[in-house]
């Protein structure tokens, strides 16, 4: 089996400005004041600060198809801000390799959302009832916002595959998309090839129902 390359565009990210957000943007800091409760007592008052945004849950996607008998998956490149902005070592790359992925618009069911996000971001159009749940949803940051990611999978086929639409953004304007083997993406995660999380797990999830039936 011949290697698949796991090669990053080549993208680098430049602080033009900053400011503090406001209540109008993307993103939302609620700072709320709070009791623990447990046996009868009650804790003292503590500030917390909780992450907040209009659209918060996410649905995560894979979509595979088979080759010669061998399960292959299909990954794309993301630039993701926030890593290029970290202040402290390590310095790591701000793009990823992911699934395809997005976020729940207010009133979406997730299944819908994950239909919207692989036609958006991968080019493949498909019912929204051929997207099957792939376990139960995850947390991914509970410390801080209180976000939920729905992980669904769906077999496709890549003759039917068209150029994504995207969503217009410059974060998606350079993404690069791949197929591979699913047990070489499992070994990119092992290699450190592949670091985001959310990934990692629904691929991991996707082997094991494929494995066990």
Known sequence: MTPVALELPAVE???VR???ANADGFLRVRRVELVAKHEG???SRFTYEVLDRTALDASIIVAHHEVDGVEHVWLLSSIRPPLALRPIE???SAVL???PAGLVEPGEPPREGARRELEEELGFA?????LEPLGGYTIPAPGFVGELHHIFHVRVDPRTRREPTGDGSV???YARIVSMPLARALEACRLGEIRDAKTE???RRLADLLHHG
């Open 13 to 15: 990210l430049s602080v």
């Open 18 to 20: 900053e400011e503090l």
């Open 41 to 43: 007592e009650t804790s």
């Open 90 to 92: 390590p310095r790591v």
């Open 97 to 99: 390799w992911e699934l």
């Open 126 to 130: 498909v019912r929204t009832e051929e």
């Open 171 to 173: 974060l998606e304007s």
């Open 201 to 203: 797990l629904a691929l």
